[in-house]
């Protein structure tokens, strides 16, 4: 009897979907914002927006570029477990694992790249304020502790969907499996439970 | 048996959008509701000018200002806080004023008061200790700003923290010789051992804040029967316009320092509320006695000690 996780059950249609939204998702879309923002912000020239100087808008880009340098490093084993994810057919026993890893170490990438909703801003560029006044240093906090809790039970009840994923495809994917095992050509059919990316 | 299979086909897809529905409704009430923040849905508009005045009488430096927050946002900003500290991100961290926390409700509007005195000698030392031993140029307060507030039931609270330098004079302090004395006038190495410190400040340039101090001011403390007494001097203008400032700090029966400021605090903590400590200040123009609430009264003790650990 052939395992689950032979790749005779496989789509590689489906590595590649899951692949290819994985990447735009977490790491094309990000880059090409980033791009955007700091274009807009070249753009301004001396200005600056809203009274801030160009010096300090470079600062807040170089912060939110650490962050997107952090998503796409946090990012890189999703994208190794997107592959098995769309790889397997729903309703194998093979895709539940990576199903359900996908979901957590999601969940683990926002609470890693939110500093567990603590997102800390330091802006430390001395700025004279009038004569009397000059500004140091400034930290901005940003707590969203609450929505990331919110987040993580999503993220979590997201990865329990691996398991009705499996129930619900099972029938479907036990039928393609005889298919498959019986024809000479097995697996080259329409697929009769469609992976998720 | 049949049923069993559309069940679970019917359990996936409903788990499958509620999940769904969850993740977007979230993306929406927080869409929604922060971007009237983003497009300026909140405003501060100023009641009383803010201003900063000497009062002569309590010897304190005073703040007031009053301002509105004006809310234009979809739901209630709560825990508005604000708070001015003196604070070098060292020893020094004494909390001048706060406020908080005030709720502006939805299209609504607070008012933020702000009132602060602070007694003048206590900004004194805290100006020495947060400069004694700085290499940079000039003569600074340090200040630490912060501000916050939670919106969206406090589901996202923000708070900023600035750290600012409020710029007394651009004339640095000179070196200090420091002294220090035990109880019979023998003089000692350690803070702890000593009963009596002698500060001397020599060719500090003249200038607006200089000329306008008394030659001199002797502050009284009662500490339970025996007294500190703060003793600064200035002499001059010499040949060259420039001053010499003493500051003198000594307890009248020999008692350490640093043990007199531990009882003025303890004899602070343990007032009623309305108590006060009377404190003499004679600036040569006669005797003026201020009385100092507990509050002020262990910011006065802290200020020193600071100064005396920044200068030892």
């Known amino acids: 009897m052939t395992s689950e996780f032979s790749l005779r059950y496989a789509v590689p249609g489906g590595a590649f979907l899951s692949f290819s939204v994985t990447l735009f998702t977490l790491i094309l879309l990000p880059l090409s914002l980033f791009a955007l923002i700091n274009g807009l912000v070249a753009n301004m020239g001396t200005e600056g927006i809203g009274g801030m100087p160009p010096e300090q808008m470079q600062q807040i880009l170089d912060e939110l570029w650490l962050y997107v340098r952090k998503l796409i490093r946090y990012a890189i084993p999703l994208l190794i477990i997107a592959i098995p994810m769309g790889l397997y057919r729903a309703g194998s026993y093979a895709k539940i694992p990576f199903r359900f890893l996908f979901a957590i170490y999601s969940v683990i990438i926002v609470i890693a790249l939110t500093d567990g909703g603590m997102i800390q801003v330091a802006i430390d560029l001395p700025m004279e304020m009038g004569s009397e006044f000059s500004v140091e240093d400034m930290v901005i906090t940003l707590d969203i502790t609450v929505f990331i809790y919110i987040t993580m039970l999503i993220g979590t009840a997201g990865a329990f969907l691996a398991f009705t994923e499996f129930a619900s495809g099972r029938k479907d994917f036990m039928e393609k499996k005889a298919e498959i095992d019986e024809g000479p050509q097995g697996g080259d059919g329409e697929p009769v439970a469609e992976p998720q990316a | ?312």
Not at chain 2, 40 to 63: H, K, Q, R, Y
Not at chain 2, 204 to 217: F, K, N, R, T, V
Not at chain 2, 253 to 262: M, Q
């Open chain 2, 1 to 312: 048996m049949r049923l069993v299979y559309p069940m679970v086909k019917l359990l996936h897809t409903a788990a499958s959008f509620a999940v769904m529905l969850v993740s977007l409704s979230l993306i929406g009430v927080i869409a929604m509701s922060v971007a009237p923040l983003a497009m300026g849905g909140m405003a501060l508009e100023e009641n009383t000018p803010f201003e900063i005045i000497m009062d002569e009488e309590t010897a304190s430096i005073v703040i007031d200002g009053s301002y509105d927050i004006v809310s234009t946002l979809p739901y209630d900003i709560s825990d508005i806080n604000a708070s001015v500290s003196i604070d070098d991100g060292k020893e020094i961290n004494f909390e001048v004023f706060s406020e908080g926390p005030l709720v502006v409700a939805k299209n609504g509007r607070s008012t933020l008061e702000v009132h602060s005195e602070i007694f003048i000698p206590s900004t004194l030392m805290m100006i020495l200790a947060a400069n004694a031993g700085s290499e940079e140029d000039g003569l600074y307060l340090p200040l630490t700003i912060e501000v916050g507030g939670s919106y969206l039931e406090r589901i996202i609270s923000v708070r900023a923290s600035v750290n600012v330098k409020a710029v007394i004079s651009d004339i640095s302090i000179p070196p200090i010789t420091i002294g220090l004395e035990d109880g019979d006038g023998n003089p000692v190495t350690s803070l702890e051992e000593a009963a009596k410190i002698t500060a001397d400040v020599t060719d500090i340039p003249g200038g607006e804040y200089l000329d306008d101090l008394p030659d001199s001011a002797v502050i009284t403390v009662p500490i339970d029967g025996y007294d500190v007494n703060v003793i600064m001097t200035k002499t001059g203008p010499d040949g060259d316009g420039n001053y010499t400032m003493t500051i003198e700090i000594e307890t009248t029966d020999g008692t350490t320092l640093t043990d007199a400021l531990d009882a003025l605090k303890a004899v602070a903590e343990d007032m009623g509320e309305g108590e006060t400590v009377p404190i003499e200040i004679d600036t040569g123009t006669g005797t003026e006695t201020i009385q100092l609430d507990p509050e002020s009264v262990i910011l006065f003790a802290d200020s020193i000690g600071t100064m005396l650990e920044a200068l030892t």
